[in-house]
């Protein structure tokens, strides 16, 4: 199944929690991943994608539908798509990886314990080790944070 690029002028989350904050920005190890399955990347969540008429409301929308336990203590990193994939594939090109850096669409079923999640996307094509070149790239990604908002209202 081909999945659905996301525009680069549109937004993701990633669920951020406390431990990858250092004096209030992001630190790569925010993005670190493992994958689950074939084609699996690293989870977030298409803000143009939710429901809702303002930022606000479509975080309110992801926050509906997720699948995690979140806490109070725990952040939402607001991404702009365009800058993660053009940031994290010049990082991987400088490093010699032969990958490239794709945030796509992929979107969640309804579960007997979930509700659907429309919102559900991937950042595929890149590194999902400890290795030193997987932390820089997960370091060059959370340079593009913008912002972050709680995880809870």
């Known amino acids: 199944m081909m999945l659905e690029e996301i525009p680069d002028v549109d937004h993701i989350v990633r669920h951020v929690k406390p431990t990858a904050f250092d004096e209030g920005r992001v630190l790569g190890a925010a993005f670190g991943w493992l994958p689950k399955q074939q084609g699996d990347g690293l989870s977030v969540n298409w803000v143009e994608r939710a429901e809702g008429d303002t930022e606000h409301d479509k975080i309110e929308f992801i926050r509906s539908r997720r699948r ?70 997960y370091d060059c990604i959370a340079a593009c944070v913008e912002r972050h908002v709680s995880a809870m209202p």
Request: net charge negative.
């Open 68 to 137: 995690l336990v979140w806490k109070k203590s725990h952040r939402l990193a607001i991404l702009n798509v365009g800058r993660v994939r053009a940031e994290a594939g010049k990082k991987m090109e400088a490093l010699g990886l032969n990958q490239t850096a794709v945030v796509v669409h992929d979107p969640l079923d309804a579960t007997d314990k979930w509700p659907a999640d429309p919102t559900h996307a991937l950042i595929a094509g890149i590194p999902n080790n400890d290795s030193p070149e997987a932390e820089a790239v």
